[in-house]
């Protein structure tokens, strides 16, 4: 089926074929002549988005793309729409999944379409400020680990329980995320340090500029690193 649609497909500067495109998204060598009535839902599901991109179409209007798919296949997922060269219009509750396909992002606020120039972050000030309900995990949510120290009396920690289910899956999800913006922070930061290196020492006004931009960057990578370790210990 996918071979009667083309020959080769461009992904990510590359030409592929349809059936190394159907790897990509998770199908199996044994796969490929698989009968579509055999596949399982998501396997379906992915195989329908295939075919549209094959079409070449201008526009892709997305409603929950990333719905019911693994982390792996999230990230399949993510790597074809970014390098998709169309114009794509998404609907979705997954941030990771807008901020990195997407330029611009809108929000539904007051019955109203609201433009974010600030992405998801704008929009969680804003419904914030807005008496947004959502709060920190209360105190009975957590349980209680007791350790002994050699010389004192028991010591009790509060330890946030384990994450399952869907709260698992974002954080798995933003963990990934955040590895694959760091890399690519850190490249720039690399490229910065060069910048730096190979700029006039004399001109004092270029330094300073570069400079400023590195420690911006740096920020940027410490601050994502901060959040990786939270998530790393979240997710055990």
């Not at 974010?116 to 709060?135: F, H, I, M, N």
């Not at 963990?175 to 001109?203: G, M, P, V």
Request: no cysteine; charged share 25%.
């Amino acid at each position: 089926m996918v071979a009667t649609k083309r020959s080769t497909y461009l992904a990510d500067g590359k030409e592929m074929t349809p059936g190394q495109l159907l790897e990509r998204l998770g199908f199996s060598s044994a796969q490929l002549s698989t009968p579509v009535k055999d596949l399982s839902g998501g396997q379906k599901r992915r195989l329908q988005l295939l075919l549209i991109l094959l079409d070449e179409p201008n526009v892709l209007i997305l409603d929950e793309p990333t719905n019911d798919l693994d982390t792996d296949m999230l990230v399949a997922m993510e790597d074809l729409l970014d390098a998709w060269p169309g114009t794509l219009l998404v609907i979705s509750h997954d941030r990771y999944l807008l901020e990195r396909i997407t330029d611009q992002q809108y929000a539904v606020m007051d019955a109203h379409l609201r433009h974010l120039p600030g992405g998801v972050e704008q929009y969680l000030k804003l419904a914030a400020a807005a008496g947004s309900k959502a709060k920190a995990p209360a105190p009975s949510s957590f349980t209680t680990r007791v350790e002994i120290t050699p010389t004192g009396p028991r010591v009790e920690t509060p330890v946030a329980p384990a994450l399952a289910g869907a709260e698992r899956r974002n954080a798995e999800k933003e963990l990934s995320a955040i590895e694959r913006k760091l890399t690519k922070l850190q490249a720039e930061e690399k490229a910065q340090h060069d910048k730096l290196a190979a700029a006039d020492q004399s001109d004092y006004e270029l330094l300073t500029v570069l400079s400023a931009e590195l420690r911006a960057l740096e920020a940027q990578v410490a601050e994502l690193e901060t959040r990786w370790l939270e998530l790393s210990d979240l997710l055990g």
